[in-house]
């Protein structure tokens, strides 16, 4: 029997997806995966039965990646289960950036009240929020990922011309593209060419303040800035001030501060990116479907931490091993248990996960006591 324990509320088609060899509640102790959606983890003691967490959805900041590591606990999370959502979601930013929409709504909320002169008053007023066309324009795609390929696309299929950026774009990524999309390796001829830029990238170190004083200054005059991946990716003093300026024309984030709001310009949406029932789902069924396949077969997919291990479905006795990569490590591991029917090994970002078939029952102690290994498990 596993114990799951939900920190969200999980779409119930995910739940679904564990038969009567589990037992899934919110109430559960020491259990041996959680699924979570937003709820921060950062406080979150890790028991001795964990094995595993599935955030269910794409960003995983809520999740302290490098003390799961250390205690061999494996991170998933749903790449492209959201990407329709939050694509559309982009789509809409990059219209209200343009056409003053919700200035526009406020605005006529103002006019209740006014009888038979409503439609004189809309008249003589509606020139204030007035707005450029997208078709035409150019949209700069920083990040082309699951969501960022997804909006490169739409784009172009609304008759705007594209320029995309990602240094680390795969093939399959790049087969996903629409021809049309200009692909580059330098940011800066997306900053010198964008009347749109939208954001799709990871936070990390590296990435913060990716727009700031300093690459806004190289952007067009009048650009639209869209944020839809993290609050961070932006810095708020800089981004307020190029609006205040007029450098910045808009600025439609899905992650506003308290600085932010209330600003001119500023189009303020609170993190609805993946706010479907549709992007629920998916995201649920994927984030059961990985929990499944790692607890009961040891395979990995759409891990942050351990790298991706395809196995058989049929086996006797499976021994799973996660390991910090370094200098003969695997050797050993592979010494210690002896003949193996098949053995799969990879590293991710110097962590190792080394799955091997046997007949019969492993050393554990022996495998345990290899400098570098962090968990065994068989199953």
């Given at each position: 029997?596993?114990?799951?324990?939900?920190?969200?509320?999980?779409?119930?088609?995910?739940?679904?997806?564990?038969?009567?060899?589990?037992?899934?509640?919110?109430?559960?102790?020491?259990?041996?995966?959680?699924?979570?959606?937003?709820?921060?983890?950062?406080?979150?003691?890790?028991?001795?039965?964990?094995?595993?967490?599935?955030?269910?959805?794409?960003?995983?900041?809520?999740?302290?990646?490098?003390?799961?590591?250390?205690?061999?606990?494996?991170?998933?999370?749903?790449?492209?289960?959201?990407?329709?959502?939050?694509?559309?979601?982009?789509?809409?930013?990059?219209?209200?950036?343009?056409?003053?929409?919700?200035?526009?709504?406020?605005?006529?909320?103002?006019?209740?009240?006014?009888?038979?002169?409503?439609?004189?008053?809309?008249?003589?007023?509606?020139?204030?929020?007035?707005?450029?066309?997208?078709?035409?324009?150019?949209?700069?795609?920083?990040?082309?990922?699951?969501?960022?390929?997804?909006?490169?696309?739409?784009?172009?299929?609304?008759?705007?011309?594209?320029?995309?950026?990602?240094?680390?774009?795969?093939?399959?990524?790049?087969?996903?593209?629409?021809?049309?999309?200009?692909?580059?390796?330098?940011?800066?001829?997306?900053?010198?060419?964008?009347?749109?830029?939208?954001?799709?990238?990871?936070?990390?170190?590296?990435?913060?303040?990716?727009?700031?004083?300093?690459?806004i200054a190289t952007m067009k005059d009048g650009v639209r800035i869209l944020n839809f991946a993290r609050g961070e990716l932006v810095n708020s003093d800089d981004i307020i001030a190029a609006l205040e300026s007029g450098k910045v024309a808009a600025y439609v984030t899905d992650f506003p501060t308290d600085a932010q709001i209330g600003v001119e310009g500023v189009v303020a949406i609170p993190h609805l990116g993946a706010s479907t029932p549709e992007s629920e789902d998916n995201c649920a069924v994927m984030a059961a479907d990985e929990l499944i396949a790692y607890l009961e077969r040891g395979e990995i997919k759409n891990s942050v931490n351990l790298p991706n291990v395809a196995l058989p479905a049929a086996f006797e006795t499976r021994v799973c091993v996660i390991f910090k990569e370094t200098d003969g490590i695997q050797s050993e591991i592979i010494a210690a248990l002896g003949n193996t029917a098949s053995l799969v090994c990879a590293t991710k970002k110097g962590m190792g996960y080394l799955a091997a078939d046997i007949s019969g029952q492993p050393d554990v102690d022996k495998l345990n006591a290899i400098d570098g290994v962090v968990r065994v498990r068989v199953i």
């Open positions: 029997m596993f114990d799951i324990l939900t920190l969200n509320k999980i779409a119930k088609c995910g739940t679904d997806r564990f038969d009567a060899k589990y037992a899934c509640s919110d109430n559960a102790e020491n259990p041996a995966a959680v699924m979570v959606r937003s709820a921060s983890m950062h406080e979150t003691e890790f028991g001795s039965n964990l094995l595993a967490i599935a955030r269910a959805g794409a960003g995983v900041n809520n999740i302290p990646i490098d003390r799961c590591s250390d205690a061999g606990i494996a991170v998933f999370n749903t790449p492209g289960a959201n990407a329709n959502a939050v694509k559309e979601l982009v789509i809409c930013a990059a219209l209200l950036a343009s056409r003053k929409i919700t200035d526009a709504v406020d605005w006529c909320k103002t006019l209740k009240g006014e009888g038979a002169n409503v439609s004189k008053l809309v008249e003589k007023g509606k020139s204030a929020f007035a707005g450029p066309e997208i078709k035409g324009k150019t949209m700069g795609v920083v990040g082309l990922g699951a969501i960022g390929a997804l909006v490169a696309n739409a784009a172009i299929s609304m008759g705007m011309d594209v320029i995309g950026y990602d240094p680390f774009l795969s093939v399959n990524g790049a087969l996903s593209l629409n021809p049309a999309v200009k692909v580059t390796d330098d940011i800066a001829n997306v900053y010198a060419a964008a009347d749109y830029i939208t954001l799709h990238l990871p936070f990390n170190d590296k990435t913060k303040d990716t727009v700031s004083a300093q690459t």
